[in-house]
Structures are given as structure tokens and as C-alpha cells.
């Protein structure tokens, strides 16, 4: 699951990316972006399926949804940090 955890990070700091760069004048960037964010999705989301199949019960299903919200949220705000040093 650390490396799950790790790729949820990475997923929501793209997407943070994604929104920020939205509002710039770099096109490549936002187009970097996109392509890190969308990718990453889709493999999270082969990661939640195989999870979400194994479990047992709605006490487990609610652990990985904490678990997805807990790691995604850490990777926005973190992204959302960086990129305010960075006045993207």
C-alpha cells in the first residue's frame, strides 16, 4: 500500500500542478501537467478497483476511502505549497 499511498501523493500534486498552471501563459506546462495528472488517475484507479474487490464489508471499504482521501489530500496541499514559493 506505500506505493499506492505514494502515487495518490503524486496524482492530486499533478492535479494541483494542472490547476495552477491553468492560469499561466505556458501551454507546455499545463499540457506536462495533464499528462502527469491523467495518467496517474488512471493507475490509482486500477489500485482502488483491486483494492475495493478484495475487501470485506463495509468497515474495509471505508479504510480505503480514507486511506485514497487522506494520501490525495497530503499531495494537493503539499503541490499547492511548493508551487505558492514558486508564484506559479
Known amino acids: 500500500m506505500i506505493i499506492w499511498a505514494v502515487l495518490l501523493m503524486l496524482q492530486n500534486a499533478c492535479f494541483t500542478w494542472v490547476s495552477r498552471s491553468r492560469n499561466s501563459t505556458r501551454v507546455s506546462e499545463h499540457a506536462l ?3 502527469c495528472s491523467n495518467g496517474l488517475f488512471i493507475i490509482n484507479l486500477w489500485f482502488s478497483v483491486d483494492y475495493l474487490h478484495h475487501t470485506q464489508g463495509w468497515g474495509q471499504r471505508l479504510m480505503v476511502a480514507a486511506f485514497y482521501i487522506f494520501f490525495t ?3 494537493a496541499v503539499v503541490m499547492h505549497l511548493r508551487l505558492l514559493k514558486r508564484k506559479v
Request: charged share 0%; net charge neutral; aromatic share 0%.
Open 73 to 75: 489530500t497530503v499531495g
Open 33 to 35: 501537467a495533464s499528462v
